[in-house]
C-alpha cells in the first residue's frame, strides 16, 4: 500500500504517495523524473546514486524513502543556479573529468560535500572522500584534477566560466 | 533494478515505541542505517515483513565523554561522526582507525555503531544473488535443509564475521546496553556473538543495541589493522586489534581481537598473555603473531584462500603490535589503510 511523504527535493517541497519499500533512487529516478540520479549495483558498491542528505553524500540505493522525511536532498539537477553551473560541473566538464557521464553525478555531489566541508583539501584528502565512487572510464586522474581546480576557483573567488 | 521485497516501514520516534512495534511483528526487522541489511534483503537472502527504522529514536544518537575520559556512543551514532572526533581519535586510536576503514565514505556516512556491531556474518556462497544462488544450488544460511558449501560435512554455517567496530571495541573492554521487551540489560561486548554463522547473536527478537560504553583509556595503547582486496568499499579479509596497558615500557594488561577470521569475533587470551610482562620486544611480537596465526580457522568464505588470510594473520598482528610500541609505520599504513594517515 502506498504512503504519503514529504520530501525537500533541490528546495522544493514535494508530496507524494510512494511505495514504503521504495529506496530514494527509485522515487527519485521513477515518480519525480529526476533521472540525474544514477543507478548502477544498487548494492552500495559504486557510488553512482549518490545525492546529499542534510548535505552529506549518502548512497540513495541503501536509504528507505521514508527515512529521508524532514531532511534536505540535494540531487543533481538542483545544483548550480538556472544556468549557471557549479564550479564541480564545469571543471568536470572542462578538464574531461567526465566521459561516458554514468559515475559524474555521483562524484559531483560526493565532491561538493566534500568541499563544503573542506575548502581546501589535498589531493589525498579528496582521493580518499571519493573512495567510494567507481569510474570506468577516466582512470580517476582528471576526476582528482577537476575537484582540485574546482576548489582552488572557489577559493579565488568562485567564478566559474 | 534491484528491489526490495514489499514490506511495511515503520518510523518510530522513541525507543519504547520501536519495541513494542517490535514485540507485535514477529518478521518485522530493524534498521539503520540500512548499508547491511538492505543489500541483503535485495539479493533476497534475508525475508522481512516490515523494517523498523532505528534513526529517530533519540535515545541512540548520542556520543557523551565520560568522566573516565571513556565514552558512551549511541548505537544510532553513523561512523562518519566517529571519524570526525579527534578526541577519539588520540584517546582509542584503534576504535577510530576501525571506524575509518569501514567500507566507503558515503556508507560511512549512513552506516551506525549498532548496526555496524550487527552486520551478518558473511561467506562468498551466501552473498550472492538470488538468482546465482538459485543456479548454483542454495546454502545451509539461507535453507536449514541444505549443507554449508564451506564445509559440507560440518554441522553448522561458517561464514565470517565481518564487524570492523567488535574486534576493535571489544578489545577496549566496551560495554554494551541492550533493552528490549523483557527489560534493559548490560553485557561485555564479546558475549553479543556466538560462535555460528547463521545465529550469530545473543539478541533476541525486539531488542535493540542502544549503546557502548568504552571505558577511559590512561596508559593504554592501540591500534586496529585491517586487510581487504581494495584500500576502500571492500570488507575485511581479515583484522587485528591490539590493546596494551603501559605505564614504562612494560606491558602490564593486554588485550588482542581478531576479525573475520571466524564466525564470531576472537579475543584470544593465549595471545594478549605472550604480550604481558614483556617490552614488545621482536621475538615477542614474532610468538603473539604464531599464537594468532595456530589459533584462527579462517574458511573458504572470502575472495581470498584461506591459506593466504592464515598466512597474512600474523602479518596484521605484527604491525598492529609494532604501532602500539612506537615503531613508524607510515609506509605500512600507506599500502594496508592510507585513510588512518589522513589530517
Ligand atoms: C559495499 C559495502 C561494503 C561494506 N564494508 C564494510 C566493512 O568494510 N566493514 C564493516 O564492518 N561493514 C561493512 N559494510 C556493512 C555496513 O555498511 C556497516 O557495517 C554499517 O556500519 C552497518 O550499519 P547500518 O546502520 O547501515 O546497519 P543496518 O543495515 O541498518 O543494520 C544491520 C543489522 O543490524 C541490526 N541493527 C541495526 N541497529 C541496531 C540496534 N541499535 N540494535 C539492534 N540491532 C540493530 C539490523 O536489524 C540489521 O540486522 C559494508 C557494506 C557494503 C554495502
Ligand atoms: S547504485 Fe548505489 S552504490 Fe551503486
Ligand atoms: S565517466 Fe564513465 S564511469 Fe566515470
Same mark, same amino acid.
Given at each position: 500500500?502506498?504512503?504519503?511523504?514529504?520530501?525537500?527535493?533541490?528546495?522544493?517541497?514535494?508530496?507524494? *504517495? @510512494?511505495?514504503?519499500?521504495?529506496?530514494?533512487?527509485?522515487?527519485?529516478? =521513477?515518480? $519525480? &523524473?529526476?533521472?540525474? %540520479?544514477?543507478?548502477?549495483?544498487?548494492?552500495?558498491?559504486?557510488?553512482?546514486?549518490?545525492?546529499?542528505?542534510?548535505?552529506?553524500?549518502?548512497?540513495?540505493?541503501?536509504? *528507505? @524513502?521514508?527515512?529521508?522525511?524532514?531532511?534536505?536532498?540535494?540531487?543533481? =539537477?538542483? $545544483? &548550480?543556479?538556472?544556468? %549557471?553551473?557549479?564550479?564541480?560541473?564545469?571543471?568536470?566538464?572542462?578538464?574531461?573529468?567526465?566521459?561516458?557521464?554514468?559515475?559524474?553525478?555521483?562524484?559531483?555531489?560526493?565532491?561538493?560535500?566534500?568541499?563544503?566541508?573542506?575548502?581546501?583539501?589535498?589531493?589525498?584528502?579528496?582521493?580518499?572522500?571519493?573512495?567510494?565512487?567507481?569510474?570506468?572510464?577516466?582512470?580517476?586522474?582528471?576526476?582528482?584534477?577537476?575537484?582540485?581546480?574546482?576548489?582552488?576557483?572557489?577559493?579565488?573567488?568562485?567564478?566559474?566560466? | 533494478?534491484?528491489?526490495?521485497?514489499?514490506?511495511?516501514?515503520?518510523?518510530?520516534?522513541?525507543?519504547?515505541?520501536?519495541?513494542?512495534?517490535?514485540?507485535?511483528?514477529?518478521?518485522?526487522?530493524?534498521?539503520?542505517?540500512?548499508?547491511?541489511?538492505?543489500?541483503?534483503?535485495?539479493?533476497?537472502?534475508?525475508?522481512?515483513?516490515?523494517?523498523?527504522?532505528?534513526?529517530?529514536?533519540?535515545?541512540?544518537?548520542?556520543?557523551?565523554?565520560?568522566?573516565?575520559?571513556?565514552?558512551?556512543?549511541?548505537?544510532?551514532?553513523?561512523?562518519?561522526?566517529?571519524?570526525?572526533?579527534?578526541?577519539?581519535?588520540?584517546?582509542?586510536?584503534?576504535?577510530?582507525?576501525?571506524?575509518?576503514?569501514?567500507?566507503?565514505?558515503?556508507?560511512?556516512?549512513?552506516?551506525?555503531?549498532?548496526?555496524?556491531?550487527?552486520?551478518?556474518?558473511?561467506?562468498?556462497?551466501?552473498?550472492?544473488?538470488?538468482?546465482?544462488?538459485?543456479?548454483?544450488?542454495?546454502?545451509?544460511?539461507?535453507?536449514?535443509?541444505?549443507?554449508?558449501?564451506?564445509?559440507?560435512?560440518?554441522?553448522?554455517?561458517?561464514?565470517?564475521?565481518?564487524?570492523?567496530?567488535?574486534?576493535?571495541?571489544?578489545?577496549?573492554?566496551?560495554?554494551?546496553?541492550?533493552?528490549?521487551?523483557?527489560?534493559?540489560?548490560?553485557?561485555?561486548?564479546?558475549?553479543?556473538?556466538?560462535?555460528?554463522?547463521?545465529?550469530?547473536?545473543?539478541?533476541?527478537?525486539?531488542?535493540?543495541?542502544?549503546?557502548?560504553?568504552?571505558?577511559?583509556?590512561?596508559?593504554?595503547?592501540?591500534?586496529?589493522?585491517?586487510?581487504?582486496?581494495?584500500?576502500?568499499?571492500?570488507?575485511?579479509?581479515?583484522?587485528?586489534?591490539?590493546?596494551?596497558?603501559?605505564?614504562?615500557?612494560?606491558?602490564?594488561?593486554?588485550?588482542?581481537?581478531?576479525?573475520?577470521?571466524?564466525?564470531?569475533?576472537?579475543?584470544?587470551?593465549?595471545?594478549?598473555?605472550?604480550?604481558?610482562?614483556?617490552?614488545?620486544?621482536?621475538?615477542?611480537?614474532?610468538?603473539?603473531?604464531?599464537?594468532?596465526?595456530?589459533?584462527?580457522?579462517?574458511?573458504?568464505?572470502?575472495?581470498?584462500?584461506?591459506?593466504?588470510?592464515?598466512?597474512?594473520?600474523?602479518?596484521?598482528?605484527?604491525?598492529?603490535?609494532?604501532?602500539?610500541?612506537?615503531?613508524?609505520?607510515?609506509?605500512?599504513?600507506?599500502?594496508?589503510?592510507?585513510?588512518?594517515?589522513?589530517?
Amino acid at each position: 500500500m502506498k504512503t504519503r511523504v514529504t520530501l525537500q527535493v533541490n528546495g522544493e517541497e514535494r508530496e507524494l *504517495l @510512494v511505495q514504503p519499500h521504495h529506496t530514494l533512487l527509485e522515487v527519485l529516478r =521513477e515518480d $519525480l &523524473g529526476l533521472t540525474g %540520479t544514477k543507478h548502477g549495483c544498487e548494492l552500495g558498491e559504486c557510488g553512482a546514486c549518490a545525492v546529499l542528505i542534510d548535505g552529506e553524500a549518502v548512497l540513495s540505493c541503501l536509504t *528507505l @524513502v521514508g527515512d529521508t522525511e524532514g531532511s534536505p536532498i540535494t540531487t543533481i =539537477e538542483g $545544483l &548550480g543556479e538556472g544556468q %549557471t553551473l557549479d564550479p564541480l560541473q564545469t571543471m568536470f566538464a572542462k578538464l574531461g573529468g567526465s566521459q561516458c557521464g554514468y559515475c559524474t553525478s555521483g562524484m559531483v555531489l560526493t565532491a561538493r560535500a566534500l568541499l563544503d566541508r573542506n575548502p581546501d583539501p589535498s589531493e589525498d584528502q579528496v582521493k580518499a572522500a571519493l573512495s567510494g565512487n567507481i569510474c570506468r572510464c577516466t582512470g580517476y586522474n582528471q576526476i582528482i584534477e577537476s575537484v582540485l581546480e574546482a576548489a582552488a576557483q572557489e577559493r579565488a573567488g568562485g567564478a566559474s566560466e | 533494478m534491484m528491489r526490495l521485497p514489499v514490506l511495511s516501514h515503520f518510523t518510530p520516534k522513541t525507543l519504547d515505541e520501536a519495541i513494542a512495534l517490535a514485540s507485535e511483528l514477529p518478521s518485522a526487522r530493524f534498521v539503520a542505517g540500512g548499508t547491511d541489511l538492505l543489500p541483503k534483503l535485495k539479493r533476497r537472502q534475508l525475508g522481512a515483513s516490515a523494517l523498523i527504522s532505528l534513526t529517530r529514536c533519540e535515545e541512540l544518537q548520542t556520543i557523551k565523554r565520560l568522566d573516565d575520559g571513556g565514552w558512551r556512543i549511541g548505537a544510532g551514532v553513523k561512523l562518519v561522526e566517529l571519524v570526525r572526533l579527534p578526541e577519539l581519535r588520540s584517546s582509542h586510536p584503534a576504535i577510530w582507525q576501525a571506524a575509518s576503514q569501514v567500507a566507503s565514505p558515503p556508507i560511512r556516512s549512513s552506516g551506525t555503531v549498532g548496526g555496524n556491531l550487527c552486520v551478518d556474518p558473511r561467506c562468498f556462497w551466501f552473498d550472492q544473488t538470488a538468482p546465482w544462488r538459485e543456479a548454483a544450488g542454495q546454502c545451509m544460511k539461507i535453507d536449514p535443509a541444505v549443507v554449508c558449501r564451506v564445509a559440507p560435512n560440518s554441522p553448522r554455517c561458517w561464514a565470517v564475521s565481518s564487524t570492523d567496530l567488535a574486534p576493535a571495541m571489544g578489545a577496549a573492554r566496551a560495554k554494551v546496553r541492550i533493552v528490549g521487551p523483557a527489560g534493559e540489560r548490560t553485557v561485555p561486548l564479546p558475549e553479543l556473538y556466538r560462535d555460528d554463522g547463521i545465529d550469530y547473536m545473543t539478541l533476541s527478537h525486539g531488542e535493540v543495541i542502544v549503546d557502548v560504553e568504552i571505558p577511559g583509556s590512561v596508559g593504554w595503547r592501540s591500534a586496529f589493522w585491517k586487510i581487504r582486496r581494495r584500500q576502500s568499499i571492500d570488507f575485511a579479509l581479515l583484522s587485528a586489534s591490539v590493546e596494551v596497558f603501559m605505564l614504562t615500557d612494560e606491558v602490564l594488561e593486554a588485550r588482542v581481537g581478531l576479525g573475520a577470521v571466524g564466525s564470531c569475533p576472537l579475543f584470544p587470551p593465549e595471545v594478549a598473555a605472550v604480550l604481558v610482562g614483556t617490552k614488545l620486544e621482536d621475538d615477542v611480537i614474532e610468538a603473539a603473531a604464531a599464537a594468532a596465526k595456530k589459533l584462527a580457522r579462517p574458511m573458504e568464505t572470502s575472495d581470498m584462500p584461506s591459506s593466504w588470510r592464515r598466512r597474512v594473520l600474523p602479518v596484521a598482528v605484527k604491525w598492529a603490535l609494532r604501532e602500539v610500541r612506537g615503531d613508524d609505520v607510515t609506509d605500512a599504513r600507506r599500502r594496508y589503510g592510507p585513510q588512518v594517515l589522513l589530517p
